[in-house]
């Protein structure tokens, strides 16, 4: 059963053939047999589950249920989750049980969604490859050698080894897309504002989004349509109704204008990997998309812009991890800054602490202008770029990342070569846009991402054209061999 | 762009951080090579561009100014190292 998709299982509830006690039970033993190998999950909560699956059974009885009823997720552990430890990947929280649900969370619940447990996940989501989780580095289950991509990697590992069916992560500057992309999952981070990111732990406010990460199109639409909606109890929410993501996926891609970055195709990606990207623009174009070529002429200062606003905004949201009201605590501090210094330097590790110093060095009288100004500004360049864009075509596409799967340890020393990891996915966030990777033909065995691009709000629309090109192909559909 | 070691203690001080004299050099080194990179802006004129304030352009919502939240404090208490009466134990700071 773990090789259906969510939109498939639901069927198979709703029609009695299937329980969610089964499904759950199935999805538990799962994890308990393959996950040593992938160190996809932080917290396993199986009694919970089992009892979810229980009330999911009833609520099916009574023809009360939604789509997501009884359908096993996970959840990185960056979304808080009442009574279940929430780490964040770090030592600072490591015991850390929330006293409430993230609205994501709650509003998943209320679908009838039944929680696995805590995903795995790049500390405090600052990385690119899941390697800097206080509980060890994810692997990919394509090859347990190479990363998942971060920092949702525990998430996108998961559900590409069908231990989850679905499972949720956070996208600051290609966070959901990036590992998608590298495990051959579909990855979708909604415009800024679309879900919640009330009592998901905050990293850089102004980029930070939730999304869903599952195995098509179809399967993302069902999560998004539960996760997203208006919340008065996160200023940044948007007052605007949520699209029926599902209704809006049976129409056929004709006339569609897809705009190709040519930035994006040429120096720096990876040779098999622009054949993939190509492949999978021509099947658009078969099914009747038109294409244009277009230009982002301030992508690539993206990364260089990123890597001020996003540690600036760090520098701030992490000053309240200083031991006094929760999380660690180090020993017998002397007084009080040495409580402050002490928790945190034993709390965090090695890339939140560079991200920190940055941040704060940004924002440090004298520097202000230079840095944090200036990123401000060319955030708004970027932002222009992508509007006169939207003007040429309803959807951009082209690869996500610039290469597949690299290895283990591989860019650890390099944090600047890690960085360009993101290149062609930060400057969606850094606009607000949505954005959203699916598999494209693999390269030498290994997973690629086609990413595309929506304009404000346009998730249905992306959503469509993945699940038309994910009708005509079976791209999405591959499976790891040791997971199948 | 090249931080000095007295850079990088500072810096350290303002984060609140205890950076080890031995991380001191290895860390200035990673923070340059953030900043070189950083740097790269420097080529584009931004002098007639305006900050971006929000994505989506929008305004800070505002509500009525009355309490909306139950008080909870014995449970979000309940998670820290140490209080006392209801209120969070820190270490002396005056003898």
Redesign the interface.
Known sequence: MHTKTIAELSRSLQSGELSSTELTQHMLQRIKAHDDKLNSFVTVTEEAALEQAKAADARIAAGNAGPLTGIPIAYKDIFCTEGVRTTCGSRMLENWISPYDATVVANLRAAGAVMLGKTNMDEFAMGSSNETSYYGPVRNPWNTDKVPGGSSGGSAAAVAARLCCGATGTDTGGSIRQPAALTGITGLKPTYGRCSRWGMIAFASSLDQAGPMTRSAEDAAIMLGAMSGFDERDSTSAERPVDDYVAALGTDVKGVRVGVVKEFMGEGLDAGVGRSVQAAIDELQKLGAEIVEISLPNAGLSVPAYYVVAPAECSSNLARFDGVRYGHRCDDPKDLEDLYKRSRSEGFGAEVKRRIMIGTYALSAGYYDAYYLKSQKVRHLIADDFRRAFEQCDVIVGPTAPDTAFGLGEKADDPVSMYLSDIYTIAVNLAGLPGMSIPAPQSAGLPVGLQMIGNYFDEARLLNVAHQLQLATDWHQQAPADFA | MS?SAD??AK??H??????SPDETES?GK??S???D??????A?D?DA????????E?A??L?PDAVSEVN?RE????????VENGL?L????IE
């Open positions: 931080l850079d990088v810096i350290a303002l984060a609140r951080l205890a950076v860390m990673e923070l090579n953030i900043l990179l950083v740097a790269q802006m420097d584009v931004t561009v305006q900050p971006m304030a929000h994505p989506l929008m800070q919502r509500r909870r449970a979000y208490q309940a998670t820290a190292p140490a969070f820190v270490p002396k700071v």
